[in-house]
């Protein structure tokens, strides 16, 4: 399979194949999983995907923002192959697994803040988020959290509780993790308080401490703020300057944990290793998963040093950090680092998020373009004026995309999302860039 820009399409789209496959998903698979469009893969390399029926198509999701190297990129495939011959499992919870210290050693290090670091392994993104809530309150000894509005923090109870998105998340499962409480996040597009950002002086850390500590939250009962530096699922939506500091200063002030949920936004992928560190934020906990391995389940909880304080037999896991997934993830690192990518993602984020935000001055649809590197987010409404969301016309806006060789994924209500492999070139960009434009005209028609 070449590594074209140009997207192929054999047959019009679901091909018969991929018809095929979707009727036996229906018969036997969960219906919970919510499938953005009837794609239906084959194999991948790079950037390019093929399917069942031989189309070809521009991959702009990236497995959720998981690819980051690429799909199947040759150093992580020949790691995993490597390690697979040689381990396939032991359990580092029990033995000692120098491929899971390996990482471990790895991750403190490039984790943002001064002074040594302890690593946790898990399997998913929701895994570290449980983790860092039950270090947060075991190590604090409080059992209050605060998250924010438009967070996605996971599906396992614990980070549910914590995830505030979509009501679907959480609908018919309560009661959900006590002690938890949400509020507005610095999405200055649609400010809860009205208010414009800088004259609005970050209202929406001062309601924090101004009406929730002084009104109904003790303060020193809280042990943590969840935050995503730049929020995913609730749209790609990135917090003016100063507001991850305000929120440091306050969780100083009270000895409240900040825990950076880089899920989505870690390893590269807004052109530094961990996005806060856009903001010269240290945070307390890290979350990391999705992009740390290229593809292969891996998460990692990594907590300063005096704040990993619990005993053994606190917590553990019988896969977390098995040793193929962490020769992945230290391959990945390698790719990362040693292939620029970082700087890839930043320069060709830069031209995308410039050729959006062109578009969106003729766009009739589009009503806020917003990014960091290659997390860019395009969020659509039906009127300029009063923001109403398109949210209907952001799902068909997908689908335009899937059908002329795009692959995109909504985010947020009436968002869609670019997170393509941090591998992708400017000319890859500029197609996929042409392909929304196309696909955002046939729906605004
Ligand atoms: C910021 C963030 N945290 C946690 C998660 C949960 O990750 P996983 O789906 O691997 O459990 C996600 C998934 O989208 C996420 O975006």
């Given at each position: ?90 359990c580092g919870a029990d ?25 946790f392994?898990g ?8 983790a ?180 053994a037999g606190a917590h553990g896991s019988t896969?977390g ?125």
């Amino acid at each position: 399979m070449s590594d074209t820009k140009i997207p192929h399409l054999a047959t019009s789209l679901p091909g018969p194949e991929a018809r095929a496959v979707v009727a036996r998903n229906d018969r036997a698979v969960t219906p919970s999983l919510p499938h953005a469009y009837p794609l239906v893969v084959e194999r991948a390399q790079g950037v390019v995907v093929e399917d069942v029926d031989g189309n070809r198509f521009l991959d702009c999701a990236a497995g959720i923002a998981v690819c980051s190297t690429g799909h199947c990129h040759p150093r992580v495939v020949e790691a995993i192959q490597e390690q697979a011959a040689r381990l396939l499992h032991i359990c580092g919870a029990d033995f000692y697994d120098p491929m899971y210290i390996g990482l471990a050693e790895r991750l403190g290090d490039l984790a943002p803040g001064d002074g040594p670091k302890k690593v946790f392994l898990g399997n998913s993104g929701a895994e570290a988020v449980e983790a860092a809530l039950k270090l947060a309150r075991h190590h604090t000894g409080r059992a209050r959290e605060l998250a924010f509005f438009g967070a996605f923090h996971g599906r396992t109870m614990g980070a549910v509780s914590l995830t505030a998105s979509k009501p679907v998340y959480r609908g018919g499962f309560g009661p959900l993790v006590p002690g938890i409480t949400h509020v507005p996040y610095a999405y200055c597009y649609r400010c809860t308080y009205n208010l414009t950002y800088p004259a609005c002086n970050l209202a929406c850390v001062s309601y924090i401490e101004d009406m929730l500590f002084a009104r109904s939250i003790p303060p020193d009962e809280v042990a943590a703020i969840f935050v995503e530096p730049v929020q995913g699922e609730g749209g790609y939506i990135v917090p003016p300057p100063g507001w991850l500091s305000r929120l440091r200063a306050l969780c100083d002030k009270y000895d409240i944990l900040l825990v950076d949920d880089e899920v989505q936004s870690g390893m590269g992928r807004t052109g530094k290793m961990f996005a806060i560190e856009h903001w010269g934020v240290e945070p307390d906990i890290v979350c990391s998963a999705k992009a740390l391995a290229s593809g292969m389940p891996l998460s990692a909880m990594i907590a300063r040093d005096e704040v990993m304080d619990w005993p053994a037999g606190a917590h553990g896991s019988t896969f977390g950090g098995n040793p193929v997934s962490c020769a992945a993830a230290l391959a990945t690192l390698d790719v990362i680092e040693g292939e620029g990518l970082m700087a890839n993602a930043s320069r060709v984020g830069e031209r995308l998020l410039g050729n959006l935000r062109e578009l969106a001055e003729e766009s009739r649809l589009i009503g806020d373009v917003r990014g960091l590197g290659l997390m860019i987010g395009v969020e659509l409404v039906r009127d300029k004026e009063t923001k109403e969301m398109a949210k209907e016309e952001t799902d068909r806006v997908a689908r335009e995309c899937f059908e002329r060789g795009l692959l995109v994924l909504p985010c947020g209500p009436n968002s869609i999302r670019f997170s393509p492999p941090l591998i992708i070139t400017e000319a890859q960009a500029d197609a996929a860039f042409e392909i929304f434009a196309e696909a955002l005209l046939a729906v605004e028609r």
